[in-house]
């Protein structure tokens, strides 16, 4: 038996980091939505745990014990008692260290497809917590608000959101969280707001913009550009970056501006909201 599962990009709509906690880390407000494209994982029962990655974006990425997909399955073996093995192959077609999730909804799926493959019904929630703040998220792939360090969700009524032209545009640069969160400056500007998600996201901000810019200024330059292109709406640098979205009205302007894209850019993705 062979089953597959989606992974969507995932993107923050608006992220307000609101303090520094004395563990760390940081205590943060996000909006939370998935695109309905992304990387895919394929599984089949095996006696062993394995990992085949292929893709566009595949290269140098390990395939060892310390890729989140293999940390999952264990986790997910561990919890539920499972024996079996599985032949997994995950096609990663988005880029590494980008802001977008790749890594927890790659984990996430994992979570998914395994439990149905090992027909187990344990919660995966508390799993998906453990391996990462942004997993639970991924695991449940709708819009929703988190707080906390992004584990404590709420969902959200997206019905202006669903089928949202969306374009994924990244300039080729990886960008660990580690970095980008140390450089925040420590001012709280305040809450997110309730309610309907695009009006809380277009009146919001993502306070990790200023210092991933810092880092790598040429964010600054894409995010220039995608706000100067006819029809975008919502323009914004997601997660810890350094990919970078734009809603648009119409799916043909979002297919002009892909193309635009793909001519300035290593590397974009037109696609929709879920």
């Given at each position: 038996m062979t089953d597959s599962e989606a992974a969507p990009a995932k993107i923050n709509l608006a992220l307000h980091v609101r303090e520094r906690m004395a563990d760390g880390y940081h205590r943060?407000?996000?909006?939370?939505?998935?695109?309905?494209?992304?990387?895919?994982?394929?599984?089949?029962?095996?006696d062993e745990l394995t990992l085949e990655i292929g893709g566009p974006s595949s290269t140098g990425l390990s395939a060892g014990e310390d890729n989140l997909v293999i940390r999952a399955a264990r986790a997910l073996q561990a919890a539920a008692g499972v024996t079996q093995g599985a032949a997994l192959t995950l096609e990663k077609n988005l880029p590494l260290a980008s802001g977008i999730g790749g890594g927890s909804a790659d984990a996430a799926a994992t979570l998914r497809l395994l439990a149905r493959l090992w027909k187990t019904n344990i919660p995966l929630e508390p799993i998906a917590r453990a391996l990462g703040a942004d997993v639970p998220a991924c695991l449940q792939g709708r819009t929703l608000r988190g707080e906390g360090r992004g584990e404590e969700l709420t969902p959200v009524v997206n019905a202006r959101l669903t089928?949202?032209?969306?374009?994924?545009?990244?300039?080729?640069?990886?960008?660990?969280?580690?970095?980008?969160?140390?450089?925040?400056?420590?001012?709280?500007?305040?809450?997110?707001?309730?309610?309907?998600?695009?009006?809380a996201a277009l009146a919001g901000r993502?306070?990790?913009?200023?210092?991933?810019?810092?880092?790598?200024?040429?964010?600054?330059?894409?995010?220039?550009?995608?706000?100067?292109?006819?029809g975008a709406g919502l323009a914004r640098?997601?997660?810890?970056?350094?990919?970078?979205?734009?809603?648009?009205?119409?799916?043909?302007?979002?297919?002009?501006?892909?193309?635009?894209?793909r001519r300035a850019w290593p590397w974009c993705l037109a696609t929709a909201l879920a």
């Amino acid at each position: 038996m062979t089953d597959s599962e989606a992974a969507p990009a995932k993107i923050n709509l608006a992220l307000h980091v609101r303090e520094r906690m004395a563990d760390g880390y940081h205590r943060i407000e996000t909006l939370f939505a998935f695109a309905i494209d992304g990387d895919r994982l394929t599984a089949s029962v095996a006696d062993e745990l394995t990992l085949e990655i292929g893709g566009p974006s595949s290269t140098g990425l390990s395939a060892g014990e310390d890729n989140l997909v293999i940390r999952a399955a264990r986790a997910l073996q561990a919890a539920a008692g499972v024996t079996q093995g599985a032949a997994l192959t995950l096609e990663k077609n988005l880029p590494l260290a980008s802001g977008i999730g790749g890594g927890s909804a790659d984990a996430a799926a994992t979570l998914r497809l395994l439990a149905r493959l090992w027909k187990t019904n344990i919660p995966l929630e508390p799993i998906a917590r453990a391996l990462g703040a942004d997993v639970p998220a991924c695991l449940q792939g709708r819009t929703l608000r988190g707080e906390g360090r992004g584990e404590e969700l709420t969902p959200v009524v997206n019905a202006r959101l669903t089928g949202t032209p969306l374009l994924l545009v990244n300039p080729g640069v990886a960008m660990p969280t580690g970095p980008v969160f140390a450089g925040w400056d420590g001012k709280d500007r305040g809450p997110l707001g309730e309610g309907d998600p695009l009006a809380a996201a277009l009146a919001g901000r993502n306070d990790l913009e200023a210092p991933a810019i810092a880092i790598a200024p040429v964010i600054g330059k894409l995010l220039d550009w995608l706000r100067a292109r006819p029809g975008a709406g919502l323009a914004r640098m997601s997660g810890s970056g350094a990919t970078c979205f734009a809603l648009f009205e119409t799916r043909e302007q979002l297919m002009h501006a892909a193309e635009e894209a793909r001519r300035a850019w290593p590397w974009c993705l037109a696609t929709a909201l879920a």
